[in-house]
């Protein structure tokens, strides 16, 4: 019986040691807390982005408070001092226009935190109001758009397209660049004639009042449509058809994002080419803001590779797009 109780009081006594040795729980390193602004939900792309920024947070390990400024600046400013006042590691936002946005990035600066652009970018005098700044190169999207003109124009033998552009959001980073890298590359193309400009805002409601004013005016003097993004293009699509004309055959459509629905529609011939605008920037958003937290330096513009898909590839190779 002794024997028994010895070898139990040994037991507990081991129990008793490897419970107190336990190494204490690590304490989790705080999550980087995230606020970002998001300019709204206008298009494929703009969902696609927001999307892919709350997936990526949440792969990362990122706390993440996302605000949808729903098409408004001064939605964007009061989120942005929502977030200051919250105290949050780092800040980011996708700016609707260049201008305006001087004096709350200076608070922001103020309090201490850093401020990471996404897709688009501000116009401002001090360089130290933002750390960062991720998204396409507008101006080369502009010039793939005008080189697939270009050569487009010397395969049908043209000397001469009339060319009617739909411009995105006015003042906004890739309204202005797309329209400058289209028109600089094709400056010196005596071909190339612009008809008229107008403003559709991104939106697809105001891509097919912007053609329909246009096909109205123009009729079959267009010969080639220059949408600044896939959601104007398809509200175009269906105005061309019903005002009897062959999309992608009797006009050259030329578009920019490369959603699933626009990809579908360049398959099928009636988009010519879709310069490639992509909205996955959640990773490099995550890896740029933890890198800031830690105090490592990061680059002050990160473009994502892009390309252009033309209706005349093999477009089955293709995978799903993803928005
Ligand atoms: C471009 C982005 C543009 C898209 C549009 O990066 O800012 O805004 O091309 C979106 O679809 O509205």
Not at 23 to 32: F, G, I, S, Y
Not at 195 to 212: K, P, Q, T
């Amino acid at each position: 019986m002794k024997a028994k109780l010895r070898v139990v009081a040994v037991l507990l006594l081991c129990c008793a040691f490897l419970c107190g040795c336990q190494p204490k729980q690590q304490a989790a390193e705080p999550a980087l807390v995230l606020g970002f602004s998001q300019l709204g939900s206008e298009s494929s792309f703009r969902i696609g982005n927001t999307k892919d920024i709350e997936e990526k947070a949440k792969a990362y390990g990122v706390s993440l408070m996302m605000d949808n400024a729903n098409q408004k600046q001064e939605n964007q400013i009061n989120a942005i001092r929502r977030f200051i006042a919250y105290r949050v590691d780092v800040i980011a936002f996708s700016p609707i226009v260049e201008e305006g946005w001087d004096n709350v990035l200076t608070e922001a600066k103020q309090a201490g935190i850093p401020v990471i652009l996404v897709d688009r970018t501000v116009k401002t005098s001090d360089d130290s109001l933002y750390i960062s700044q991720i998204g396409a190169d507008f101006y080369r999207e502009g010039v793939m758009a005008a080189e697939y003109l270009t050569k487009k124009a010397d395969e049908l033998g043209k000397d001469k397209l009339r060319i009617v552009e739909i411009t995105g959001t006015e003042n906004s980073t890739p309204m202005k660049q797309r329209h400058e890298g289209f028109w600089d590359t094709v400056a010196n193309d005596s071909r190339m004639e612009l008809l008229e400009s107008v403003n559709g805002d991104f939106l697809r409601s105001r891509g097919a009042e912007c053609i329909r004013y246009l096909l109205e005016k123009y009729g079959n003097q267009i010969d080639v449509i220059f949408s600044h993004n896939d959601e104007m293009t398809l509200g175009a699509l269906p105005e061309i058809e019903q005002a009897g004309y062959t999309p992608g055959q009797d006009m050259i459509l030329i578009s920019i994002d490369g959603g699933q629905e626009a990809i579908d529609l360049l398959k099928e011939g009636k988009i010519n080419c879709i310069v490639e605008c992509t909205p996955m920037l959640g990773s490099l958003l995550m890896e740029t803001a933890q890198a800031v937290k830690e105090g490592k330096p990061v680059n002050r513009v990160i473009h994502p590779v892009e390309r252009a898909f033309s209706s005349d590839e093999d477009l089955s190779v293709l995978p799903p797009r993803g928005y």
